[in-house]
């Protein structure tokens, strides 16, 4: 989305996704996730409010979150339930060499909260995969 979305972000969330929709030409999207949101002027529940809004409307079948820690997701949860939308998705980098988010104690609480981490890099940007170990 365009910078514009860090201050009007239902909006320019909705507008956006409507623009992808149209150009794939689909009514909706299984899931539609939003990332970095922590680090911009608005607040959580605006996140969650224009996620519940694209939902409602049924442009989206479900929606997640991309790097969220426990606070995060937990208030976004609880604001999207206050919504009538669950949260579905936490997608965080893990794997064997990236372990934060089970030492975090997150993959637990997303368990409790009912939402599902989905891994990003899991074969830690190929150094699990053994191509840049020459022999």
């Keep these: 989305m365009?910078?514009?979305w860090h201050f009007r972000i239902s909006k320019s969330l909705s507008s956006s996704l409507q623009k992808s929709l149209d150009r794939l030409n689909q009514p909706n999207i299984a899931l539609y996730q939003i990332s970095s949101f922590a680090n911009t002027f608005g607040r959580l529940e605006w996140f969650a409010d224009a996620l519940a809004d694209v939902h409602q409307r049924g442009l989206v079948k479900a929606v997640g979150l991309c790097n969220a820690n426990t606070v995060e997701c937990k208030a976004i949860?609880?604001?999207l339930k206050s919504r009538g939308v669950p949260l579905a998705t936490?997608?965080?980098e893990?794997?064997?060499?990236?372990?934060?988010?089970?030492v975090s104690k997150l993959m637990q609480e997303c368990a409790?909260?009912?939402?599902?981490i989905t891994a990003f890099s899991p074969l830690a940007m190929g150094k699990l995969t053994g191509k840049y170990f020459h022999q």
Excluded: D
């Excluded at 893990?94 to 089970?102: A, D, G």
């Excluded at 409790?112 to 599902?116: K, N, T």
């Design 2 to 4: 365009p910078w514009a």
């Design 94 to 102: 893990y794997s064997l060499v990236r372990r934060y988010p089970e």
């Design 112 to 116: 409790i909260l009912g939402v599902r």
């Design 90 to 92: 936490n997608q965080v």
């Design 77 to 79: 949860v609880n604001h």
